[in-house]
């Protein structure tokens, strides 16, 4: 598989908007094919939701523990650091619980990202991304939801990536629909980024061409979020997976439904059908 943050070569061509919708389009059934060598990480938003338990984890465990035990069965997690950035002791902790080959990213909350979004990121970002280092190569991207109301301005985009160290990879969650144009994709696809594919918006919010990985948080099939998906949308989700590692694509899959542990049996789910399970 391609190591985490390795730096790629950009294409050149302009990112359409039929470009994005194209990538997303479930040409063919799993049919229990083989998938691919590139990687396809799926897991969860957080792991140590109190709901989660005892469902989840064994009693008495603690918060690495946890982490320990929910890595046997996923194979990477979108750490939860909107409200509290973590210390570098407790990211080297971490990442001593887990194998190797397991991954992290992390989500810069929309009040942060109103900051990185000024005129100077590089200060409202530098505590997040020192407390990460200590995951090192595990650290696998890092999640940018841009807040609501934001107008699309593609000199602070380019103010807010040139503050981020450019051997990682980056996803953005764009606010509102006016951010959806082939200006700010292209801009992202220069920076080799890629866009947040979200329920509401899947048909739109596609990864481009030059990013060469997938960012996709479900939030469950409610209109608001929430809920649990059946088999046949997990399917749906297990298809476009395995399209988009064929045309070349890390994906990454974290569900948001985290509610009476939905999330969790979700993502165990589309493991069991990404490796070929139809049951």
């Known amino acids: 598989t391609e190591a985490a943050g390795s730096r790629r070569p950009h294409s050149t061509r302009p990112i359409g908007i039929d470009d994005l919708r194209a990538a ?7 049919a229990n094919e083989p998938m691919t060598a590139i990687a396809a990480y799926v897991g969860t938003c957080g792991w140590h939701n109190p709901q ?3 469902r989840v984890f ?17 194979s990477a997690v979108e750490l939860e650091v909107s409200h509290t950035i973590p210390t570098r002791a407790q990211t080297a902790r971490w990442r001593a619980s887990v194998s190797s080959d397991f991954r992290f990213t992390a989500r810069v909350s929309h009040a942060l990202a109103h900051k ?7 200060d409202a970002l530098a505590p997040l991304l020192r407390a990460l280092e200590p995951l090192d190569e595990q650290f696998a991207a890092l999640l940018i939801e841009l807040p609501a109301g934001l107008p699309p301005m593609g000199d602070r985009l380019s103010r807010l990536r040139a503050a981020l160290p450019h051997a990682r990879q980056y996803a ?26 979200r329920d509401r918006d ?5 990864p481009s061409a030059t990013g060469k990985f997938v960012y996709a ?14 088999a046949t949308a997990l399917r749906g989700w297990a298809t476009r997976v395995a399209n988009w590692q064929r045309k070349g694509n890390r994906v990454f899959v974290f569900f948001a439904n985290a509610e009476s542990g939905f999330a969790v049996k979700d993502a165990r789910l589309l493991n069991s059908y990404l490796q070929g399970d139809s049951q």
């Open 24 to 30: 997303d389009v479930i040409t063919e059934p799993l």
């Open 52 to 54: 989660w338990s005892p």
């Open 58 to 74: 064994p009693a008495g465990l603690t918060v690495e523990e946890r982490l320990g035990h929910y890595a046997t069965r996923f």
């Open 116 to 122: 990185a979004c000024s005129r100077h990121p590089e």
């Open 172 to 197: 953005f969650t764009l606010p509102d629909p006016q951010w959806h144009r082939r200006k700010i994709y292209e801009l992202l696809g220069e920076f080799g980024a890629t866009v947040c594919v």
């Open 202 to 206: 899947a048909g739109i919010g596609l």
């Open 217 to 230: 948080r479900p939030r469950g099939p409610a209109p608001a979020g929430g809920g649990r998906y059946g």
